[in-house]
């Protein structure tokens, strides 16, 4: 299951419900987010974050301590990309 689904579907990881109704999924998600209260349509949106950063290695650690101090919201996805000069100037 993706970070999000516990939040959509909290029972999906339960062997039982895998056993009977894991032939459905992946489910579709329109479906599943008009099923939704507003209140947990509310708790969905506060406690998911998606951003991008371009840090630089040497900036790193830094940058993980002010997001857990800011944020407090994991699992954090972290890759590394290579930038070159003319990727810069484009």
Known sequence: MSTTMPYILPFGNVPIFR???GWLLPP??????GSHT????EQSAR????QDWGIP??????MLNDVDETLGIYPLLC???K???QSLTE
């Open 79 to 81: 890759y590394p990309c």
């Open 47 to 50: 406690m998911q974050v998606y």
């Open 83 to 85: 930038m070159t000069y």
């Open 57 to 62: 290695v040497e900036h790193f650690g830094g």
């Open 28 to 33: 579709s998600m329109s479906l599943l987010k």
């Open 38 to 41: 507003s209140k947990t349509r």
């Open 19 to 21: 056993y009977l109704f």
